[in-house]
């Protein structure tokens, strides 16, 4: 009589677990929905502008690395986020107070050279860098990157996606009540990287290959690949060099044994003869003197800027001593600028401009000296490689 009881309450237990189980369904079932019902609620006070596509690949360097070492994985959504009127400067500020605002929720699948497959949602390493760590946050241009060390040999296959997100114009306004709905996607195409055995040299890995120095002439602009030349390429961006006259470019290596490459006739000079007798063109004064070019002269990208004849100053090249073009204004010095760039997480991702400060009044469109712009205010303008 015992057993049967025995079996009776075995029974019992398994459907109390089943009971138990379809309970907390349920309970999940409709904390789930109630989530959803709020948060369609809320989203139905806003006026829903059209949903827009987005399409999202994976980019992956380098593409071939030893065990031990680390492949860099780049997730992009385009476009990026903005909100339902365009407005996307309010992000910048979320970002710069520590705030998330780009895609979130973006996921990657890794597949191993066995099949075996594993989906996560990254960190973005320059959103890392100002403090913020959330797993499948974005910056706000659409792109999130990450290092990843594969632990097999053999090839291995990238694919992301993007699970869709709502923007409002609460950020901007209270009143306004719009929203937009950036629509899923996913990479078409998986991104394949090689895993071997031995390490391998190159790129992100170790910054090689190295370019030696260059025995022979070079012009500028020195190619970017080139990265070791920079002990050699260093401008001349005023009279004197700096500021402290010191007369020394430590950047710079002059030949020993210089040779003219160009001779070019800037005014008349010397005895004029006849019935001037020993009388010499005027060498200070005057409409052409000779000594009409004031100031040293500039040397940015392979190029020469010097003040010309009276209001105006020229673009020379370097290694030919062809006038480029002439513009009204004098030119006093360059200057090399790192830009600010919108948000922390962009500040490593731009490049290094240039500038020529002077009293400056010249054109701002066109092909010669007119792809430089002016500010009468500021006195300066911009350096634009032809």
Same mark, same amino acid.
């Given at each position: 009589?015992?057993?049967?009881?025995?079996?009776?309450?075995? /029974?019992?237990?398994?459907?109390?677990?089943?009971?138990?189980?379809?309970?907390?369904?349920?309970?999940?079932?409709?904390?789930?929905?109630?989530?959803?019902?709020?948060?369609?609620?809320?989203?139905?006070?806003?006026?829903?502008?059209?949903?827009?596509?987005?399409?999202?690949?994976?980019?992956?360097?380098?593409?071939?690395?030893?065990?031990?070492?680390?492949?860099?994985?780049?997730?992009?959504?385009?476009?990026?986020?903005?909100?339902?009127?365009?407005?996307?400067?309010?992000?910048?500020?979320?970002?710069?107070?520590?705030?998330?605002?780009?895609?979130?929720?973006?996921?990657?699948?890794?597949?191993?050279?066995?099949?075996?497959?594993? #989906?996560?949602?990254?960190?973005?390493?320059?959103?890392?860098?100002?403090?913020?760590?959330?797993?499948?946050?974005?910056?706000?241009?659409?792109?999130?990157?990450?290092?990843?060390?594969?632990?097999?040999?053999?090839?291995?296959?990238?694919?992301?996606?993007?699970?869709?997100?709502?923007?409002?114009?609460?950020?901007?306004?209270?009143?306004?009540?719009?929203?937009?709905?950036? /629509?899923?996607?996913?990479?078409?195409?998986?991104?394949?990287?090689?895993?071997?055995?031995?390490?391998?040299?190159?790129?992100?890995?170790?910054?090689?290959?190295?370019?030696?120095?260059?025995?022979?002439?070079?012009?500028?602009?020195?190619?970017?690949?080139?990265?070791?030349?920079?002990?050699?390429?260093?401008?001349?961006?005023?009279?004197?060099?700096?500021?402290?006259?010191?007369?020394?470019?430590?950047?710079?290596?002059?030949?020993?044994?210089?040779?003219?490459?160009?001779?070019?006739?800037?005014?008349?000079?010397?005895?004029?003869?006849?019935?001037?007798?020993?009388?010499?063109?005027?060498?200070?004064?005057?409409?052409?003197?000779?000594?009409?070019?004031?100031?040293?002269?500039?040397?940015?990208?392979?190029?020469?800027?010097?003040?010309?004849?009276?209001?105006?100053?020229?673009?020379?090249?370097?290694?030919?001593?062809?006038?480029?073009?002439?513009?009204?204004?004098?030119?006093?010095?360059?200057?090399?600028?790192?830009?600010?760039?919108? #948000?922390?997480?962009?500040?490593?991702?731009?490049?290094?401009?240039?500038?020529?400060?002077?009293?400056? #009044?010249?054109? #701002?469109?066109?092909?010669?000296?007119?792809?430089?712009?002016?500010?009468?205010?500021?006195?300066?303008?911009?350096?634009?490689?032809?």
């Amino acid at each position: 009589m015992r057993k049967p009881t025995k079996l009776c309450s075995k /029974k019992f237990l398994t459907k109390a677990k089943t009971n138990k189980t379809i309970a907390i369904f349920f309970t999940l079932l409709m904390a789930t929905s109630t989530v959803l019902l709020i948060q369609q609620t809320a989203l139905a006070q806003y006026t829903a502008m059209p949903n827009r596509e987005t399409f999202t690949s994976v980019g992956v360097t380098p593409s071939l690395v030893g065990l031990g070492q680390e492949v860099m994985i780049n997730i992009m959504v385009y476009p990026g986020p903005e909100g339902p009127t365009y407005e996307a400067q309010t992000f910048v500020e979320m970002v710069n107070q520590g705030k998330p605002a780009g895609f979130a929720n973006v996921s990657v699948t890794i597949t191993e050279p066995d099949g075996t497959k594993d #989906t996560f949602k990254p960190v973005d390493i320059s959103l890392h860098n100002i403090g913020i760590n959330e797993p499948g946050r974005m910056q706000i241009v659409g792109h999130l990157m990450f290092n990843y060390e594969p632990k097999k040999i053999g090839n291995y296959s990238i694919t992301a996606s993007f699970p869709g997100q709502t923007y409002t114009t609460d950020l901007v306004s209270d009143t306004i009540k719009l929203s937009v709905f950036y /629509k899923p996607s996913s990479s078409v195409k998986p991104t394949i990287f090689q895993v071997q055995n031995d390490w391998v040299s190159g790129g992100l890995i170790d910054g090689s290959p190295w370019s030696p120095l260059p025995e022979n002439y070079w012009e500028s602009p020195v190619q970017t690949d080139n990265r070791e030349w920079y002990t050699i390429a260093g401008d001349w961006v005023q009279g004197n060099y700096d500021r402290l006259g010191s007369n020394y470019n430590p950047y710079s290596k002059a030949p020993n044994s210089p040779h003219i490459l160009y001779a070019r006739e800037v005014a008349d000079s010397g005895l004029i003869g006849g019935i001037w007798g020993s009388l010499p063109l005027p060498q200070s004064s005057g409409q052409y003197n000779a000594l009409s070019y004031g100031g040293d002269p500039i040397i940015v990208d392979g190029k020469i800027y010097r003040n010309h004849r009276s209001g105006y100053f020229e673009c020379v090249d370097l290694r030919t001593g062809t006038r480029l073009w002439e513009a009204a204004g004098s030119v006093a010095l360059a200057q090399r600028l790192d830009l600010p760039f919108q #948000t922390a997480a962009q500040s490593n991702e731009g490049a290094i401009t240039s500038w020529l400060w002077g009293g400056v #009044t010249i054109s #701002t469109s066109g092909t010669g000296s007119d792809k430089w712009y002016s500010s009468k205010r500021h006195k300066l303008c911009r350096i634009r490689r032809r």
